[in-house]
């Protein structure tokens, strides 16, 4: 419980930088580190920097997907580098996400390595664009060594496609949107990579 309050407090600090000169900056180093680390995501900041100044919409999705992308990398070189003393034994950086990050869990970890194998583009595709904690994939990608260019490549698509797509709702219709947003971004994100994932398959079983 204390854990949630405190993410909480930390939610609410953050947001007021909205209303700030640092706006920009602060968006930038934060959705460079929910692709790491950091438990929250950026998307309400980002929906209220848009709000604010809506002529910026674009601008601002674009500093959240290369922030959002590089922070990836991020976590991918934690994976990498970082989480593992020997073959099966994990390090204390490994440990402290376990114990430390929301969303984070031994059992998550471990169930990636099957998903990586069946659906590698997909499920780095799928982690960045839907609500799926995406600091799992980047850390887990590093950790089993998944192809690198793959990785950036799937990271940049799902990340630009829904940062862009939630300026765009807001550019288009501003305020009346928001609550639409909040409450059904999640589900129409997933469904829409289900359909696409699902369009595949039928092209690769069919033709």
Known sequence: MKIKNYIDALYKWLLHWAETPYGVLV???????????FPIPPDAFLIAMVLGARKKAFR??????????IGGILGYGI????????PGVYSHTAQFFFNNVPGFTVHQF???HQLYEQWNFW???????TPIPYKVITVSAGAFNIHFPIFVLA?????????????WLLWKFGEPINAFIEKYLGWLSIAF???????????????
Do not use: C, H, M, P
Not at 27 to 37: D, I, V
Not at 60 to 69: G, T
Not at 193 to 207: P, R, T
């Open 27 to 37: 968006l930038f180093f934060w959705a460079l580190a929910e692709s790491s680390f």
């Open 60 to 69: 601002f999705a674009l500093f959240a997907s290369i922030a959002s992308v």
């Open 79 to 86: 994976g990498s580098w970082l989480w593992w003393d020997a």
């Open 110 to 112: 471990q169930n990636i």
């Open 123 to 129: 499920i780095v595709f799928t982690a960045g664009f």
């Open 155 to 167: 990271s940049a698509i799902s990340r630009t496609a829904r940062f862009y797509l939630v300026s």
């Open 193 to 207: 990579v289900v359909l696409l994932v699902g369009g595949f398959i039928v092209i690769k079983n069919v033709l």
